[in-house]
């Protein structure tokens, strides 16, 4: 069965502090996307993945893939509280189609 | 680039009326869009993929009478909710595939409350 596993699903944080998103999938991919999703709007492209060993940084967030442990991470660094929102990763299966699979998102909160 | 829109953005209907969403590819050719409906606090579910000149593909549970989806140009796609129910309320999101392999850019999405 196709997976993608986020964790945590939801995390509180201050501001100032570190921490990483873990996204972890079951199967075979050489591309892995990161999404924002703001409360009651659609979503925003951060991070395409395309490679093992990939890292993209934007800002105060560095994402990764290792696509040998099947396995991305989203780190924010000093958060502030406008990285506040749900972050969801989506696996590429290589579908002819470009179907992705979903997380089921991670809720942050980050506390002023 | 690779802006998408939707429309409307926001409808309120009766039980038992239809409601049209379409979703436009503004500065790019999409020959394949996806139409998604999230739940509160949920992940996106996909429900179809809509393919420029084809038949939709409808995911498992889906009712295709139900949500007729029509990909009518390589810019425009439209569902409708054909008879809707108050369980139909949701946020309903569209996306197209862009130039760049892969990569999936979303609409703005439209939320659905029939009352």
């Known amino acids: 069965e196709l997976k993608v596993e986020q964790n945590p699903l939801f995390l509180s944080m201050q501001e100032g502090k570190n921490y990483t998103i873990y996204c972890n999938y079951s199967?075979?991919?050489?591309?892995l996307y990161w999404y924002r999703q703001d409360p009651g709007k659609s979503l925003e492209s951060l991070f395409v993945l395309l490679s093992n060993g990939a890292v993209k940084q934007e800002g105060r967030l560095m994402a990764s893939l290792d696509t040998k442990a099947r396995l991305s991470t989203l780190h924010i660094t000093a958060a502030v509280h406008d990285l506040s929102a749900t972050y969801f990763c989506a696996v590429d299966i290589r579908a002819s189609n470009y179907q992705l699979i979903w997380g089921a998102g991670t809720k942050l909160i980050i506390k002023p | 680039g690779a802006v998408v829109s939707q429309h409307p953005s926001r409808v309120i209907c009766k039980s038992g009326t239809s409601v049209k969403i379409e979703c436009r590819s503004l500065?790019?050719?999409?020959?394949?869009m996806f139409w998604y409906r999230q739940f509160p606090k949920q992940s996106l579910m996909l429900m179809a993929t809509?393919?420029?000149?084809?038949?939709?593909?409808?995911e498992q549970g889906v009712e295709k009478d139900k949500f007729l989806i029509n990909h009518a140009s390589l810019t425009l796609s439209t569902l409708t909710v054909t008879s809707a129910h108050p369980e139909d309320s949701s946020f309903y999101i569209c996306?197209?595939?862009?130039?760049?392999?892969?990569?999936?850019?979303f609409g703005p999405g439209t939320r659905l409350l029939v009352l």
């Open positions: 199967t075979t991919s050489d591309r």
């Open positions: 500065d790019f050719q999409a020959t394949t």
């Open positions: 996306s197209a595939v862009g130039q760049v392999r892969g990569t999936q850019y």
């Open positions: 809509s393919n420029e000149g084809s038949k939709a593909t409808y």
